[in-house]
């Protein structure tokens, strides 16, 4: 370890001017990759790896004559047939980059508090162990999908396990979103209100925030042709790099004055069970996995490219968390790292960015999870003004539950990934998976594959005693 700390340090102010000037190199290269690379994939990937739209909110002209008189679950078929229809193969590397975005979200900037939370060594091993299981586990749904051609998680655990698989993946699925846009009100309140401090000296409530937030997304939220937010794709993407940039840039200039942080330990035994449900949460990406098969030009190197994928995310995770760890050490007080960034109009702009920028990515987030909510109460309902007005009630509830719930949450939302990570995130990732490939799979596998299946399910379940 020792070895790995020593180093020569530039003296601060030759760092400084150096990095200033790499900082604004880098980040302008960037900007022209995402551009270039989202342009691209943007508008393909989104319709597709959102929920299919139902009916009224799609064009009927392009539908089969008998779609009036099929079935729900064949009008549902049809429509998914249309919209893939309109959606170019992504050859392999669009298919690596589209499943990386997928990936890569805000959640790298929980991760250094994450992981001083588990301590430097456990939060390695989490995030190594986690991505092994995590790797297995889609390779188990994608077979799965084999047994179901065409189908979504939802279908294979109807066929999986009848009505339980199909209730089981819709719990766990909504969860999940609803956890991952209280993350989002959390990064949106805390940084505006931090800048409302520091730059013009008020103290204004979280409340206040939170209220806002409301009136904002409550109408955001009504949208239903939510590929109308593809653009804000371009701008989020660059936005995660140059903030991690500008992160890495700002610590290692912190470091330049005052050298490695204290408090650092290997194992911390008061919360290192926490780090367990963060690695999960990391790698929570299974969202996007199976509809971007459909649209892989070579289904086959599918797996493959998943699991450089997923590489890709445990290497850039790592290091992020353990530099940004050995660096700050016990003032990682905060869940965000944001807020170990110097107070200059530098940091205020990223953080007005990035808020502005997960103001567009609530409404794609909750979207999933407020059409599985309304496919339960709306689906005895005849379509009618009154259905419509309805359904806008439930997700204006729904974006109020979400503030709220984060209101209610204080200063501890590493704690709730935690939590998410392990009661929702966990069953998504590796128990389903392995209790659908058993059933489907039933009398096909070797012992060695049932004891791995069972180990990740019992690695769930000791996650919730926990």
Same mark, same amino acid.
């Given at each position: ?10 003296? %601060? ?14 980040? &302008? ?27 009224? @909110?799609?064009?009927?002209? +392009? ?14 078929? &049809? ?14 590397? =669009?298919?690596?980059?589209? $499943? ?8 790298? !900037? ?35 999908? %084999? ?13 999986? !396990? ?7 993946? @819709?719990?766990?699925? *909504? ?9 989002? /009100? ?5 940084? /505006? ?13 979280? /409340? ?11 109408? $955001? ?8 937010? %593809? ?7 660059? #936005? ?7 992160? $890495? ?5 912190? #470091? *330049? ?20 449900? *963060? ?17 892989? =030009? ?20 790592? %290091? ?19 807020? +170990?960034?110097?107070? +200059? ?12 920028? #997960? ?32 359904? +806008? ?10 503030? $709220? ?43 060695? =594959? ?15 005693? *926990?």
């Amino acid at each position: 370890m020792a070895t790995y700390l020593r180093y020569r340090i530039l003296t %601060s102010e030759t760092l400084k001017t150096a990095f200033q000037r790499l900082g604004v190199q880098v980040c &302008m290269q960037s900007m022209i990759l995402i551009r270039h690379s989202s342009m691209q994939l943007d508008t393909n990937v989104l319709i597709v790896g959102e929920h299919i739209r139902e009916g009224e @909110d799609i064009d009927e002209t +392009n539908l089969p004559e008998n779609y009036k008189n099929a079935t729900p679950n064949s009008q549902r078929r &049809m429509i998914e047939a249309v919209q893939k229809s309109h959606v170019k193969k992504l050859t392999p590397m =669009q298919t690596y980059f589209s $499943l990386l975005k997928g990936f890569v979200c805000t959640g790298i !900037l929980y991760l250094p508090k994450n992981f001083r939370n588990g301590g430097w060594a456990w939060a390695f091993v989490s995030m190594v162990l986690s991505f092994f299981l995590t790797l297995f586990c889609m390779i188990k749904l994608l077979e799965c999908k %084999s047994k179901t051609p065409g189908g979504s998680f939802t279908d294979i655990g109807m066929k999986a !396990l009848g009505l339980k698989g199909k209730y089981m993946v @819709d719990i766990f699925l *909504s969860a999940a979103q609803i956890g991952f846009v209280t993350a989002y /009100i959390f990064f949106i309140i805390t940084s /505006i209100q931090a800048v409302v401090h520091d730059a013009f000296g008020y103290q204004v409530d979280r /409340i206040w925030f939170g209220l806002m937030c409301f009136v904002i997304y409550a109408p $955001l939220c009504l949208v239903r042709k939510i590929e109308k937010f %593809s653009i804000t794709h371009i701008f989020a993407d660059a #936005l995660i790099l140059i903030t991690t940039i500008v992160i $890495l840039i700002y610590a290692t200039m912190y #470091l *330049s004055d005052n050298g490695w942080g204290s408090g650092i330990y290997a194992l911390n035994t008061a919360t290192w069970l926490d780090m367990v449900g *963060s690695a999960v949460y990391s790698y929570e990406g299974i969202g996007v996995v199976l509809p971007l098969l459909e649209v892989t =030009q070579k289904p086959e190197m599918y797996p493959k490219i998943l699991f450089y994928v997923l590489l890709t995310v445990m290497a850039l995770y790592v %290091s992020f968390g353990e530099y940004c760890l050995f660096i700050y050490g016990d003032q990682l007080v905060t869940p965000l790292i944001t807020n +170990n960034l110097p107070q +200059n109009a530098i940091t205020y702009t990223i953080k007005v960015l990035f808020s502005i920028n #997960l103001v567009f990515t609530y409404p794609l987030q909750l979207h999933p999870a407020s059409i599985i909510i309304e496919s339960y109460i709306f689906k005895n309902m005849e379509k009618s003004p009154k259905r419509q007005w309805l359904k +806008n009630l439930s997700r204006t509830l729904l974006v109020a539950f979400t503030v $709220l719930f984060c209101l209610s949450l204080g200063n501890n939302l590493d704690k709730f990934i935690s939590v998410l990570g392990s009661l929702a995130c966990t069953p998504i990732s590796f128990t389903l998976p392995c209790i659908f490939h058993l059933k489907l799979f039933e009398g096909e596998l070797t012992k060695r =594959q049932v004891y791995i299946e069972f180990f990740c399910t019992g690695f769930t379940i000791y996650h919730w005693n *926990s």
